[in-house]
């Protein structure tokens, strides 16, 4: 079989940098595109290769779906930090908001609620979370790296870091016009409460309320708690190129606005062509270097290059997939608002498609036709390993 190269990326010297210094270049391997004479920043440039030379497959114009928290605002408080990616730092991220934060050991995220619901991922650390519910019921628990959690509009709680390190984690919100400056505090509510109010409610002297603060504590240091222990693991789907974690209401089933997936893509190998048919994806890069193409119907399509720290949007029903370009794993946490997680294989649609009808929809003859049609899979492959080893999908 003849192997013809479709696009290459060309990594030339530029003579505006040091002899040692490569960064992409806008031109390909079809003589289209040529050098840039003007300012450069080859930082960013080799963080975006696909930005600056697009593969011949990209098409139209299509907005922008890529946002790196390292572009977020830091919001710095005793003993952790805050930062967001909203629909204001990423237009098309209408249906989901994401908050990364930092908490040191003993260090709380003070008592509060919102109007959205909350889903979170621990990226590291230990931490206990506490909350109410409708009923009057508590609900307090020790969690770790891995774990999740979930808060339904309106109900009170509060994160607090444990260990030696405290906790990070990442906290996912059904509305991407949510902004974490916007929640309701306990200390904000009560220094707007008349003192003799607080006295009526709590059935107390007022003079008690003296020492309160007069602004929103958010994020501070307090007293390390006491011992819990509980251990529960979800086991992954395993694949020859990765591994999948699928949580939504089917198993978690308080959360019945956010579904996730987490996701490990072997170096090279591929998350299969899909589309998600009920919510836009919303994606967090963990660890590793991802390439994807999203095809937007209509002659559109755009490809953009993720790194650890990098966010990513695919618009609901839009065909895309996720192709680790690096040599470790690519890591990744896959959202949506939706109750459930849905998604569409390419490679399972075709292989319950009649035999000629996929032959001919393709101009598929000969031996060809046979070789294509036997490799379909009638099951989800979710994540495909490498066709060759230390080669690219692009390079195919």
Same mark, same amino acid.
């Given at each position: 079989?003849? $192997? ?48 600056? &030379? ?15 928290? @390292? ?13 967001? %990616?909203?629909? $204001? ?37 230990? &931490? ?15 969690? =770790? ?24 984690? *990442?906290?996912? +919100? ?8 916007? %929640? ?27 020492? *309160?603060?007069?602004? =929103? ?32 209401? @089917? ?5 019945? @606005? ?12 591929? /998350? =299969? ?11 967090? +890069?963990? /660890?590793?270097?991802?390439?994807? @193409? ?7 399509? $755009? ?56 032959? =001919?929809?393709?101009?598929? %003859?000969?031996?060809? /036709? ?10 989800? %492959? ?15």
């Amino acid at each position: 079989m003849t $192997r013809q190269t479709v696009s290459v990326l060309d990594w030339r010297r530029d003579p505006a940098f040091p002899a040692n210094v490569k960064v992409p270049s806008p031109s390909r391997s079809d003589g289209k595109g040529s050098d840039i004479l003007g300012p450069q920043n080859p930082d960013r440039q080799r963080q975006e290769p696909d930005t600056i &030379c697009p593969p011949i497959t990209d098409s139209g114009k299509m907005p922008n779906m890529k946002w790196s928290f @390292t572009d977020s605002h830091m919001r710095l408080e005793e003993g952790g930090w805050a930062r967001e %990616t909203t629909v $204001r730092e990423l237009p098309t991220s209408k249906e989901i908001a994401g908050v990364n934060m930092r908490l040191e050991a003993g260090v709380y995220r003070e008592l509060h609620w919102h109007n959205e619901a909350e889903w979170a991922y621990i990226i590291k650390g230990q &931490c206990r979370i506490t909350v109410l519910d409708t009923e009057g019921g508590s609900f307090i628990d020790d969690l =770790e790296e891995g774990d999740l959690w979930y808060f339904p509009t309106g109900y009170p709680h509060s994160i607090q870091g444990l260990g030696k390190e405290g906790t990070e984690f *990442l906290l996912i +919100f059904d509305d991407g016009n949510f902004s974490e400056d916007s %929640t309701f505090l306990l200390t904000d509510y009560l220094a707007r409460t008349p003192k003799e109010v607080l006295s009526k409610n709590f059935r107390v002297d007022e003079r008690v309320f003296n020492s *309160l603060s007069q602004r =929103e504590k958010y994020i501070f240091q307090g007293t390390m708690p006491g011992p819990l222990d509980q251990d529960r693991k979800k086991k992954p789907l395993k694949f020859p190129g990765g591994e999948v974690r699928i949580t939504d209401s @089917t198993n978690f089933t308080i959360s019945k @606005t956010i579904a996730a997936a987490h996701v490990l893509i072997n170096p090279h190998a591929l /998350r =299969e062509m899909h589309w998600h048919p009920n919510a836009d994806e919303w994606s967090f +890069f963990l /660890r590793g270097k991802a390439r994807v @193409t999203i095809f937007a119907a209509n002659g559109v399509a $755009r490809t953009f290059n993720y790194q650890a720290g990098d966010v990513g949007i695919v618009p609901k029903n839009n065909a895309h997939f996720v192709e680790n370009i690096g040599d470790e794993p690519v890591e990744m946490l896959e959202m949506f608002r939706a109750p459930k997680f849905e998604d569409f294989s390419l490679e399972q649609w075709l292989a319950q498609t009649p035999a000629t009808m996929v032959a =001919e929809h393709l101009n598929l %003859t000969g031996s060809r /036709r046979e070789e294509f049609l036997n490799s379909l899979s009638k099951d989800k %492959t979710a994540v495909k390993p490498p066709l060759r080893k230390n080669k690219s999908m692009s390079d195919l």
